[in-house]
């Protein structure tokens, strides 16, 4: 387990943009596929982006395609999420993880450990 801190959340308009971090210590995670992932009330966990463990590969959800960016600092043990366009169905708490195997990426929150606490993201309309 790799502690992990997110954090960037906060309150917004709609069509206004956050952008998120996630900063890693302890031990490199280099060699690992990072993801985003957001809880809203009431409903399961799901994927939101990934990005390949050299930052060459990115994979989003179709309910943010085109409107969420992740990109990564492998130097600063860092994962970003820019966020624009925000709607008030982007309301969540969202998460950053790891995932579990080197070099593997997946959508499925199971794949992943070392979560960080999450932060909050309201939209409002």
């Known amino acids: 387990q790799v502690p992990l801190v997110e954090s960037g959340g906060g309150l917004v308009q709609a069509g206004g943009s956050l952008r998120l971090s996630c900063a890693a210590s302890?031990?490199?995670?280099?060699?690992?596929?990072m993801g985003w992932f957001r809880q809203a009330p009431g409903k399961e966990r799901e994927f939101v982006a990934a990005?390949?463990?050299?930052?060459?590969?990115?994979y989003y959800a179709d309910t943010v395609e085109g409107r969420f960016t992740i990109s990564r600092d492998n130097a600063k043990n860092t994962v970003y999420l820019q966020m624009n366009s925000l709607e008030p169905e982007d309301t969540a708490v969202y998460y950053c993880?790891?995932?579990?195997?080197?070099?593997?990426?997946?959508?499925?929150?199971?794949?992943?450990?070392?979560w960080g606490q999450g932060t909050q993201v309201t939209v409002s309309s």
């Open positions: 993880a790891i995932e579990r195997r080197k070099f593997l990426v997946h959508r499925d929150p199971n794949e992943y450990d070392s």
């Open positions: 302890g031990r490199s995670f280099t060699n690992y596929a």
């Open positions: 990005i390949t463990w050299s930052g060459s590969n990115k």
